[in-house]
């Protein structure tokens, strides 16, 4: 373990809110990482959890940089921060509920180095239930931009990928496992704040290859996710993430389509969000004793909100967002 150390190979950046149990594990298993090959240091960044952690893990993991959020500002400021207070040449964004070994860190890290065409580079993400996560990736177009449309469009749009050498180059990589050079993440200036959370990581995969960068997943190696560990706690928190899903699909349109491309996609996802939100939502005021079933009812209220708020304030962002026009 290095720290304290002038010119550092890779900061290790966690974005935490509320997920101390995750982000114990993944901090006891890079505390267990001692490389020859690379220095680095971790920077964790809480995004004000307000629930008196903080402290114990700042005094419990002394070997680690704790930084403390001034609130819920979201994924890609927490991102933002943690590089601000960084000091490596490279920065590897990864989720609290994530378990890395040396292994997957140093091949990430020569294949970047080695690369420099490459602007983002990740790995396989093994799930809790030993099933991998898909790879395949795609930019949100017309194509794509619904099941139903990459069902009819699959032949097509598998055709673009293939595995190579063990290497993988699809649209967009997950931000759970993101590594990046510091020159590239100057480049695209960094993580896009507009985004609260979700599709954050989709965009800031399309920065890189607006500006000729290439995306990359090493197949050959993997760190452990346990998907949605450090999202879904409650029925509440879920209704919460799953609306920013939706929100973040509109911000990301907004911010690469223009003109007559970017009034038929927000209004394919404005009537396709609304129609099956509505026909889950009647199920689920059927069946509302079933938590995964009511969730869908406050999904369909929580997007009539925003869309009647985006009308009001002329904006497609979540009002979660820093740079919501009304933000305080």
């Known amino acids: ?57 700042k005094k419990k993991f002394l070997q680690f940089n704790f930084f403390e959020n001034t609130g819920n500002n979201g994924f890609a400021n927490g991102c933002n921060l943690g590089a601000k207070k960084a000091k490596g040449n490279y920065f590897l964004f990864l989720n609290p509920d994530t378990i890395i070994s040396e292994e997957p860190l140093l091949k990430m890290y020569s294949f970047l180095k080695e690369n420099k065409r490459i602007g983002v580079v990740s790995c396989n993400q093994l799930n809790t239930n030993g099933f991998y996560e898909k790879n395949v990736r795609f930019f949100p177009s017309f194509s794509t931009l619904f099941g139903v449309f990459r069902a009819i469009n699959k032949k097509k749009l598998n055709s ?62 993997e760190i452990i996710h346990n998907h949605g560990g450090s999202s879904r706690i409650n029925i509440k928190t879920a209704s919460i993430t799953k609306t920013e899903v939706l929100i973040s699909k509109h911000v990301y349109i907004r911010h690469n389509y223009t003109g007559i491309k970017h009034f038929i996609l927000q209004f394919l996802v404005v009537i396709h969000n609304l129609i099956e939100k509505f026909l889950f939502g009647a199920i689920g005021v059927l069946f509302f004793f079933i938590p995964k079933l009511r969730l869908n009812v406050y999904l369909y209220f929580n997007m009539i909100k925003y869309y009647a708020s985006s009308l009001l304030d002329g904006t497609w962002l979540s009002y979660r967002s820093l740079n919501h026009p009304n933000k305080n």
């Open 160 to 221: 673009k990928f293939s595995v190579k050498n063990y290497v993988l180059y699809p649209d967009w990589v997950s931000g759970a496992v993101l590594l990046i050079n510091k020159i590239w993440f100057d480049k695209i200036g960094g993580w896009d704040e507009d985004f609260w959370m979700y599709y954050e990581d989709v965009n800031l995969s399309k920065k890189v290859s607006n500006l000729g960068g290439r995306v990359a997943v090493l197949t050959d190696t």
């Open 1 to 57: 373990m290095i720290i304290d150390k002038l010119n550092i190979d890779i900061s290790i950046i966690i974005v935490n809110y509320k997920s101390w149990k995750h982000l114990e594990n993944c901090l006891e298993s890079i505390d267990k990482i001692l490389s020859k090959n690379f220095s680095f240091e971790v920077v964790v960044v809480d995004n004000c959890s307000s629930d008196n952690m903080f402290k114990v893990f």
